[in-house]
């Protein structure tokens, strides 16, 4: 995933979604705001002013496409900090539970 200033990018491993019946109907139901690529990217648009509402916008995007695939979702560690990829951009670099999950699909 990528995150700056104007919402983010999602993609997806293999280009696959456990549950795609799921996705469809969320990205159905917000349009306005997000739309599927060409490439199978997911496209997320949001206004974010700053790397913490960034992170946290993130991070609330990532709870719902997890519950969509089936996945059980857990508190996000406080250690979670934005890397810098260029003017108005980041990159969560690594985000990850308090109970030690990877949470980057790796």
Same mark, same amino acid.
């Given at each position: 995933?990528?995150?700056g200033?104007?919402?983010?990018?999602?993609?997806?491993?293999?280009n696959?979604? #456990?549950?795609l019946?799921?996705?469809?109907?969320?990205?159905?139901?917000?349009? #306005?705001?997000?739309?599927? +690529?060409?490439?199978?990217?997911?496209?997320?648009?949001?206004?974010?002013?700053? =790397?913490?509402? +960034?992170?946290?916008?993130?991070?609330?995007?990532?709870?719902?496409?997890?519950?969509?695939?089936?996945?059980?979702?857990?508190?996000?560690?406080? =250690?979670?900090?934005p +890397?810098?990829?260029?003017?108005?951009? =980041?990159?969560?670099?690594?985000?990850g539970?308090?109970?030690?999950?990877?949470? +980057?699909?790796?």
């Amino acid at each position: 995933m990528e995150a700056g200033p104007k919402g983010a990018v999602l993609s997806f491993r293999d280009n696959k979604f #456990a549950k795609l019946e799921n996705l469809i109907a969320f990205i159905g139901k917000r349009q #306005a705001v997000i739309s599927l +690529r060409p490439d199978h990217k997911l496209v997320y648009r949001q206004a974010w002013d700053n =790397a913490k509402t +960034r992170v946290a916008g993130v991070h609330k995007l990532m709870e719902e496409i997890a519950r969509l695939g089936g996945m059980s979702v857990h508190p996000l560690s406080t =250690a979670v900090t934005p +890397r810098k990829r260029g003017p108005g951009q =980041a990159m969560v670099q690594s985000l990850g539970c308090r109970c030690g999950h990877d949470m +980057r699909g790796g």
